[in-house]
Nanobody, 120 residues
Framework: QVQLVESGGGLVQPGGSLRLSCAASGGILSINTMAWYRQAPGKQRELVAAITTGGSANYADSVKGRFTISRDNAKNTVYLQMNSLKPEDTAVYYC??????????????WGQGTLVTVSS
């Protein structure tokens, strides 16, 4: 069974940094664009950043210049380096990836989420 497992969330002070990781496992043939989303309390889930297999990335305007997405295709892992964090970055961060499985099925897979809290 394909799953995405996130790690790296936690409590950080404003201006601090965190690095999130998301590892995919379980019967994977290939993974297309991988992405990070976030959902703050009372708000809709929003796209934070996405990266193609070839390494092309795009970002939400609110995180440009502060967040960097990267991936290791050999490890089926995507990362999100978050610098200069602000209280408004507080949210549950979710990893997402469209996966072609060994059963030749396409699945849109979500991780369980990891909480990032930016507060003094």
């Amino acid at each position: 069974q394909v799953q995405l497992v996130e790690s790296g969330g936690g409590l950080v002070q404003p201006g601090g940094s965190l690095r999130l990781s998301c590892a995919a496992s379980g019967g994977i043939l290939s993974i297309n664009t991988m992405a990070w989303y976030r959902q703050a309390p009372g708000k809709q889930r929003e796209l934070v950043a996405a990266i193609t297999t070839g390494g092309s990335a795009n970002y939400a305007d609110s995180v440009k210049g502060r967040f960097t997405i990267s991936r290791d295709n050999a490890k089926n892992t995507v990362y999100l380096q978050m610098n200069s964090l602000k209280p408004e970055d507080t949210a549950v961060y979710y990893c997402n990836a469209p996966v072609l499985t060994t059963q030749y099925k396409y699945l849109a897979v979500w991780g369980q989420g990891t909480l990032v809290t930016v507060s003094s």
